[in-house]
Nanobody
């Protein structure tokens, strides 16, 4: 099994910054893409940013230029630096990783438990 542990959420004022972290642990052979998604009340879960093992990134248009995703492959950890936060960024943020476990031949998606980010106006 694989576990994803998120940290770094909280309450911040408009224009402030937060840094989210997500560490993967368990029966890991390799991790392909990692990413962050978010879900606001009443909304569907949406992509925020993803990053491949090689470091290629993809961002939602609403966060481009404000958020930066990065990863440390040696630590199986992905980060999300969030700057210039707005009230509309308020949501539960979920970490995702596409993992191949030791002894497996397929990739499986794993999710963290979510961390709340609240931006006050």
């Amino acid at each position: 099994q694989v576990q994803l542990a998120e940290s770094g959420g909280g309450l911040v004022q408009f224009g402030g910054s937060l840094r989210l972290s997500c560490a993967a642990s368990g029966n890991i052979f390799s991790i392909n893409a990692m990413g962050w998604y978010r879900q606001a009340p009443g909304n569907q879960r949406e992509l925020v940013a993803t990053i491949t093992f090689a470091g290629n990134t993809n961002y939602a248009g609403s966060v481009k230029g404000r958020f930066t995703i990065s990863r440390d492959n040696a630590k199986n950890t992905v980060y999300l630096q969030m700057n210039s936060l707005k009230p509309e960024d308020t949501a539960v943020y979920y970490c995702n990783a596409r993992v191949m476990e030791v002894g497996a031949t397929t990739w499986d998606d794993y999710w963290g438990q979510g961390t709340q980010v609240t931006v006050s106006s």
